[in-house]
């Protein structure tokens, strides 16, 4: 489906007659296409960069990789104008009411995009400090393997979720439901929290007591 | 004989019971302290002019693997003037409580650094005039994740660990206490007004 009437106005050497012939333009389309088009091409991140991975989104953001073609140069800085949050970095838990409440701020629609190996799952930092995922806090959409990824990953992970949010529909109104802390301050059961924070990789070897 | 070692032989001298040890390592002259009588040595190296240790460049505690060890507080002394750096260590007893004076009123760079060793090791600075956690939150109930009996992922599950960090009072850490800006406070950002803990209401 093209958005793209034929005879655009402004295309080279179109006679006045034959412009004049299809204007007013209109197109027919889905409320769903043209929706979730006009959001996968204009998401605005709102950038929480506290490590290496952060670097690499810079790259990501600058005239190299260039991340205005997919229409997200604008960084936010303001949760509140922002639809997409990108987790850069790995997250003590000193950070985590500071992401939830970042991510509490932001209106709807909203994605999350959980950049690297820490912010994903807690890397290498298997320890009493840092978040095991940042899943455990933010509900997140697009995991970005890598350590860090390279801006290629990022972008590739940046397509996933333009692909993701193309395959959304307004008649589900349960994707945007908002994922709030409950009354025993977690906003996923504390099992599955263990679950999800299990060593995996060399940090099997590690016992908790020594 | 370099400036350390004068420094060491003078030491030794003027509080004889005092210093417990003399070492070199790697080139560094060591000087072990009793902590009854570390802090008046302390004062000592930095106000006596032959001395001159008019720069604290670290603080820090070691906590050796091996039970029977004592735990160090370690102080890194260097005279700007004389160019001459010396390392001062308070072997604590693990089994009795760990308290040390603090050199705060000495040197006002130890504020931050004393509050990280207690932080991290539990060792409590007496005099110290706001020893609270710093890297930590406050209501951090784990215990002291440097020591060498702290397992290495904490004592709570992990949902636990994620609960108390999802109840951390962010307005109450990012205060301008904490910021260490209170002086300042009247010129603030009207963003900031009520961030300030002596204004919170008591029951939060």
């Known amino acids: ?60 953001a600058a005239s190299r990789f260039d991340l205005a073609r997919f ?17 850069a970095g790995r997250l003590p838990f000193k950070l985590a009411p500071v992401i939830r409440r970042i991510w509490d701020q932001m209106p709807q ?7 690297g190996a820490c912010a994903s799952s807690g890397g290498i930092f298997d320890n009493y400090a840092m978040v095991q995922g940042i899943d455990t806090i933010v509900p997140v959409d697009v995991y970005v393997p890598g350590c860090p990824p390279r801006p290629e990953g990022l972008i590739y992970g940046i397509m996933l ?50 | 004989m370099n400036g350390a070692d004068h420094s060491a032989e003078a030491l030794a001298r003027a509080f004889g019971s005092t210093v417990l040890g003399r070492a070199v390592s790697c080139g560094d002259r060591i000087v072990a302290l009793a902590c009854e009588g570390a802090h ?31 735990l160090e507080v370690v102080y890194q002394l260097r005279s700007l003037r004389r160019k001459v750096d010396l390392r001062v260590k308070i072997p604590l007893d693990k089994r009795e409580t760990l308290e040390v ?20 090791f539990g060792v409590v600075f007496r005099g110290h005039p706001d020893l609270r956690r710093i890297l930590m939150w406050e209501n951090y109930a784990e215990g002291f994740p440097l020591r060498k009996d702290f397992p290495l ?3 709570f599950s992990r949902a636990e660990q994620t609960r108390q960090a999802l109840g951390i009072d962010i307005e109450g850490h990012y205060s301008p206490e904490e910021l260490s800006l209170v002086e300042a406070f009247q ?3 009207p963003d900031l007004e009520g961030r300030r803990k002596a204004d919170a209401p008591e029951d939060a």
């Open chain 1, 161 to 210: 979720l333009q692909k993701k949010i193309k395959g959304e529909t307004l008649a589900d109104s349960s994707l945007r439901v908002e994922h709030e802390v409950g009354p025993d301050g977690l906003f996923l059961p504390p099992e599955r929290i263990d679950e999800l924070s299990e060593p995996f990789g060399n940090s099997v070897h590690q016992t908790r007591s020594a």
């Open chain 2, 40 to 70: 008046d040595a302390l004062a000592w190296l930095k106000d006596d002019p032959e001395q001159a240790f008019d720069y604290l460049t670290d603080l820090t505690a070691v906590d050796y693997r091996d039970p029977e060890q004592p």
């Open chain 1, 109 to 115: 629609p909203k994605w999350c995009i959980s950049m």
């Open chain 2, 187 to 189: 010129g603030l950002h």
């Open chain 2, 153 to 155: 992922r904490g004592h």
């Open chain 1, 71 to 87: 229409g997200m140069e604008r960084m936010s800085f303001s949760p509140r104008q922002a639809d997409v949050l990108i987790c």
């Open chain 2, 101 to 120: 004076d603090s050199v705060y009123d000495l040197w006002k760079g130890a504020d931050w650094l004393e509050r990280e060793v207690y932080d991290m």
């Open chain 1, 1 to 60: 489906m093209g958005l793209m009437p034929k005879g655009t106005p402004g295309q080279e050497g179109a006679p006045a007659a034959e412009i004049a012939a299809v204007s007013p333009n209109f197109l027919t389309t889905t409320l769903d296409f043209l929706t979730n088009w006009s959001r996968a091409n204009s998401l605005w991140p709102m950038p929480f960069g506290t490590a290496c991975c952060a670097i690499e989104f810079m790259a990501t």
